[in-house]
Antibody
Framework: QVQLVQSGSELKKPGASVKVSCKASGYTFTTYAMNWVRQAPGQGLEWMGWINTNTGNPTYAQGFTGRFVLSLDTSVSTAYLQISSLKAEDTAVYYC????????????WGQGTLVTVSS | DIQMTQSPSSLSASVGDRVTITCRASPGISNYLAWYQQKPGKVPKLLIYAASTLQSGVPPRFSGSGSGTDFILTISSLQPEDVATYYCQKYNSAPWTFGQGTRLEIK
């Protein structure tokens, strides 16, 4: 069965970096794109961007350029989200979610990773 | 970018009620619309895609309709387990924008 398993919660200080992983199983990793979605405490869902799992080419949503980097390691079917220069407002749950190339709705989601930024 | 506007932002209904949630896209998006359910503290779950196609395993009391700019998610008979926040999402072209969500409670 399809599974997206994310790395565990992180507590970071402002200015630090964090790298969240999303390991896929149950399907061929390169046949679906991988998306990242942010959900700040008590807030809605915000699409951050996606990465082409064939080429490794990322596309970022407005507001998620510069400090946010999407990457892959196809040898272990894993996608990554790295955030640098962390700010308190980056505190959120981050989800990975896959979509097909033709139909870009999200049929499977990771369990979410809570990133807390606090001094 | 296309804006997705849901209404209402919250609602309270009784068990057995028919519930409708509206999502408006501006400009239109054909039928490239999905609905998700997020129960408190849980991961979002795909309910409907292509505006009206029920995802496998989703109870048939859920249905979707609409095309172009106006879409509706309907729960034909509200159940206690339907307490959640519901989000629409457009996917005709990037960015895959979500609506702001509709919080559904039991009266």
């Amino acid at each position: 069965q399809v599974q997206l398993v994310q790395s565990g919660s992180e507590l970071k200080k402002p200015g630090a970096s964090v790298k969240v992983s999303c390991k896929a199983s149950g399907y061929t990793f390169t046949t679906y794109a991988m998306n990242w979605v942010r959900q700040a405490p008590g807030q809605g869902l915000e699409w951050m961007g996606w990465i082409n799992t064939n080429t490794g080419n990322p596309t970022y949503a407005q507001g998620f350029t510069g400090r946010f980097v999407l990457s892959l390691d196809t040898s272990v079917s894993t996608a990554y989200l790295q955030i640098s220069s962390l700010k308190a407002e980056d505190t959120a749950v981050y989800y990975c979610a896959r979509c097909s190339w033709e139909e870009n709705y999200f049929d499977y989601w990771g369990q979410g990773t809570l990133v807390t930024v606090s001094s | 970018d296309i804006q997705m506007t849901q209404s209402p932002s919250s609602l309270s209904a009784s068990v057995g009620d028919r519930v409708t949630i509206t999502c408006r896209a501006s400009p239109g998006i054909s039928n490239y619309l999905a609905w998700y359910q997020q129960k408190p503290g849980k991961v979002p779950k795909l309910l409907i895609y292509a505006a009206s196609t029920l995802q496998s395993g989703v109870p048939p009391r859920f249905s979707g309709s609409g095309s172009g700019t106006d879409f509706i998610l309907t729960i034909s008979s509200l159940q206690p387990e339907d307490v959640a926040t519901y989000y629409c999402q457009k996917y005709n072209s990037a960015p895959w924008t979500f609506g702001q969500g509709t919080r559904l409670e039991i009266k």
